[in-house]
């Protein structure tokens, strides 16, 4: 009853928040995972400052180690790697060492994120020319940025198995405006492209690009801003419309399952209308529908 047995995964910035989710259910669905990121037991990663600033957090949550861990009591195989996704000698040293390891990847999950690096206050408001040119340093050098560097060193391991499902995690709303913050809804747009254009050249050798994008998800950091948790957060009104990380997990576990997913390459899909499709739910039982802003 293990759909995803024997295969073999890699999820980036996998730490905490949604890479963690999809890490933890396609361990679920027994598969060998690759839990990458910057942030170790013996290293958190930097650049965080403001943000734990502003969320009164002495350090950020989650480590790989952390996350390998509940892969591996999920019922697959977490292995923690310490990887900088914006260093392609990093990224191209963990490819071998997957590829070596393992004779192959089946499933890649571009999720590394460093948005949140100045994603915080007041940013979430401001007209686009009172916001400092620091987001494009987080959100392309060390979010865009990053799902490129790992593409452009998986995609001659996928274009050799002539199989393999890369997934773009990314945030969309059928095309509406993100409005709040031009950085952060340009970069997610290019993310969504990426994944097109990826679909487009991997297309002749059989292997499938799409992005996948969940809807207000309850991250750590979120809990966090809202000085709750996961325990506790029925009890913020705001909250109500949210979904675990596991939810995006679980889309994406069906969707690595899915002998038919090739026929989706090059699509933006949504959480919400996955759990539709292919019957799942979050973690309290819940069918949330597509978020929308």
Not at 25 to 40: F, I, Q
Not at 214 to 227: S, V
Not at 247 to 255: E, F, I, N, Q, S
């Amino acid at each position: 009853m293990k759909p995803l047995r024997d295969r073999i995964a890699i999820v980036t910035g996998a730490s905490r928040g949604g890479g963690r989710g999809i890490a933890v259910e396609l361990g679920a669905a027994g598969a060998t995972v690759y839990v990458t990121g910057r942030t170790s037991r013996g290293a958190p990663a930097p650049d965080y400052a403001r943000l734990l600033t502003e969320m009164s957090l002495p350090v950020i949550p989650g480590t790989i180690e952390d996350v390998a861990e509940e892969v591996t009591a999920a019922g697959g195989r977490g292995i923690a790697v310490c990887c900088d996704h914006g260093d392609p000698a990093q990224v191209r040293a963990l490819v071998a060492r997957v590829e070596g390891e393992a004779g192959r990847i089946d499933v890649l999950v571009n999720n590394a994120w460093g948005g949140h690096e100045t994603l915080v206050g007041d940013e979430l408001s401001k007209p686009f020319w009172e916001l400092s040119l620091d987001h494009w340093r987080s959100m392309f050098d060390h979010g865009v940025r990053n799902h490129v560097v790992t593409c452009h060193a998986a995609a001659p391991v996928f274009a050799r198995q002539q199989r393999g499902l890369i997934v773009t995690t990314t945030f969309w709303d059928r095309g509406t405006y993100i409005r709040g913050n031009l950085f952060y809804d340009l970069a997610k747009s290019t993310m969504n492209r990426l994944a097109f254009d990826v679909a487009e050249e991997l297309r002749p050798h059989g292997v499938t690009s799409l992005a996948v994008a969940p809807g207000w998800m309850r991250t750590e950091i979120i809990l966090a801003a809202f000085k709750t948790d996961e325990a506790h957060w029925r009890d913020v009104p705001p909250l109500a419309r949210t979904e675990s990380p596991r939810y995006l997990g679980r889309a994406v576990a069906a969707l690595a399952a899915d002998p038919d997913v090739h026929q989706k390459t090059g699509a933006v899909l949504m959480a919400g209308d996955l759990a539709t499709e292919y019957g799942f739910t979050d973690l309290d039982g819940r069918v949330i529908p597509p978020f929308e802003m």
